[in-house]
């Protein structure tokens, strides 16, 4: 008798810096044996304290590319770029569809004052994680998310989820 073969699953987390998405996805990693895609790991790799934004696009669509190759040879994978575009999570939530693979996407979300608190930690705790975002950045960002919802995922169940709390799972 072969192994029972199960398909593999797409994890996308989606929010705003210093919501909680890279932790999730360290947890999703873990508990999940996924293949975890963060950028800014990669940025800050490559660039350390530079942030150039033509370096973005180019280093997520290499790492859409290695992690659709590990969905094709069956492993799982969470992509942690924040994902705002509804476009980009359609797009991903298609070719892992043509794979066969399965998605699940988490959606996080805070205050703006705990995002500013959070990030304030961050940069004390370990300001090599990260680069310096101002206030009035947050604030841009936000008003460019496209929030998943119910309409737009034909999944009833889409939910914020708080960094405090357990990520939503939504099936899609």
Sequence with gaps: ???????????????????GKTTAARRIEVEQKAL?????EWVKALYGAENPPAA?????????????RALELGNNV??????WSR???SALRQAAADLGAKVELRYFELTPAEK?????QRQ???????????AEELAEWATRVDIPTPVASNNPDV???RASEAATTLML
């Design 159 to 161: 939910a914020a989820c």
């Design 124 to 134: 004390a705790d370990a300001p090599h994680t990260t680069w310096p975002m101002s």
């Design 116 to 120: 500013r608190e959070r990030l304030d």
């Design 87 to 89: 476009d980009e999570r």
């Design 56 to 68: 973005s696009d180019v280093i997520e669509g290499r790492l859409v590319e290695i992690g659709l």
């Design 36 to 40: 975890r895609l963060t950028k800014d």
């Design 78 to 83: 969470v992509i942690d770029f924040g994902l």
């Design 1 to 19: 008798m072969g192994a029972v073969m199960t398909r593999p699953t797409l994890f996308l987390t989606v929010g705003l810096p210093c919501t």
